[in-house]
């Protein structure tokens, strides 16, 4: 009796350790699962699968700025995110780039070296952020240089990552966003003093190549200037528009699909001026100071309905007719003068290489370039809505 006990005491004693034999195996499987899930092993290739953010921001990134305004002006932006260690590497490289650029103008001593520092964001999946830096760096010598750099990081891991995974196969960024600090003014009006003053305009975009390379040319330049954008191009392309109003330069009305208003219904009228003031305000926080009709057609109702003043031009080479660089910069040169308004459109590459002649050329002759908005303010003008204004001679 006491054996039979015996053995089945055993045999009780041998299932409940099996039992938790597999209660542990599973167990651990269990772990095993997750703990690959959660490291990614079961995830298709990550930078074959880069995922689209629509947003014009991105959650979690925030920005720091560093500006400065003494012998120097410095305006260096930077992101933040939520891993404290990437701050800490974008905090170092900020400190870094300023630290270098007051060094290399330390010898210089004094005179107006100015230091600009802007990102643009692009992210991958859920983890990855790639930012791409641009500098602006102009020497008290005079001599300016335009850079761009590249980090990104792995949120999760903290770890540096290559960029160049964020670019498809056209080269195009995955996303991009760029924030829009208030205090990034990449061009910066100049001194009118004893100047003579010409506002550049350019209406009918944006244009998705030429517009970006005339802001290229005008930020090397230090050149300000007034677009006057159709709010149908502007819903296509935000992030030029944006770049531009937050380069220094200023974004007004050319209405919404550039028709003739003195021929539309009261209610169409409306339409082209506020749709695009209100794409205007969407993109850059704020609605347009002056609208331009489209061909210059104004009648009463125009004036009647603009709720702006109304900015017409003083010199047209017809930029967009003749399409020849050398009669572009041959009847504005020849054209402008103190107060004079400029038409132009930045709808072609003609257009784009005369202005890259015209700025040189009219600053030798006493010019400084201005918006139309500062522009009007240097000569004191008061300007009433729906009132028509061609220059603003001296
Ligand atoms: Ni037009």
Do not use: C
Not at 175 to 202: D, G, I, M, W, Y
Request: glycine share 6%.
């Amino acid at each position: 009796m006491q054996q039979v006990f015996k053995i089945a005491r055993h045999r009780w004693r041998f299932l409940w350790e099996m039992m938790l034999l597999a209660l542990s195996g599973m167990t651990l499987v269990y772990i095993g699962v997750f703990a690959a899930y959660e490291l990614h092993f079961f995830e298709p290739n990550k930078d074959l699968q880069l995922s689209m953010v629509e947003s014009q921001t991105i959650e979690n990134v925030g920005i720091e700025s560093i500006i400065e305004w003494g012998q120097m002006m410095i305006a260096v932006h930077y992101p933040t995110t939520t891993n404290p260690a990437v701050n800490q590497r974008l905090r170092q490289y900020a400190n870094d780039l300023v630290n270098q650029f007051k060094q290399t103008e330390a010898p210089s001593g004094h005179g107006h070296a100015e230091l600009y520092v802007s990102f643009r964001t692009y992210k991958s999946g859920e983890d990855i952020l790639g930012f791409q830096f641009d500098l602006i760096e102009r020497h008290a010598s005079g001599s300016v240089k335009n850079e761009t750099q590249k980090l990104s990081f792995n949120l999760r891991t903290g770890d540096e990552v290559a960029f160049d995974n964020y670019f498809d196969e056209n080269n195009q960024p995955i996303v991009a966003q760029t924030p829009n600090p208030e205090h990034a003014r990449v061009v910066t009006p100049e001194s009118t003093e004893n100047k003579k003053l010409v506002a550049l305009t350019f209406d009918d975009g944006p244009h998705p190549e030429w517009t970006n390379t005339l802001l290229d040319i005008l930020q090397r330049e230090n050149v300000p200037v007034t677009f006057f954008v159709l709010g149908s191009r502007a819903n296509h392309y935000p992030d030029i528009v944006q770049r531009a109003a937050s380069s220094g330069h200023q974004i007004a009305s050319h209405t919404f699909n550039h028709k003739n208003l003195t021929k539309l219904s009261p209610s169409d009228m409306r339409y082209e001026i506020d749709e695009t003031a209100n794409i205007i305000e969407r993109i850059t926080g704020g609605k347009p100071a002056f609208m331009r009709p489209p061909y210059g057609a104004i009648d009463q109702a125009v004036k009647d309905a603009a709720g702006t003043p109304l900015i017409t031009w003083s010199v047209d080479p017809e930029d967009w007719k003749s399409r020849n660089t050398e009669q572009i910069f041959t009847h504005v040169t020849d054209h402008t003068t103190d107060g004079s308004i400029v038409l132009l459109h930045d709808m072609y590459g003609t257009t784009v290489d005369a202005v890259t002649k015209i700025i040189p050329e009219m600053r030798s002759r006493g010019f400084v370039f201005l918006t139309v908005r500062q522009l009007m303010d240097a000569r004191g003008r008061q300007l009433e809505n729906g009132g028509i204004y061609r220059q603003a001679a001296p």
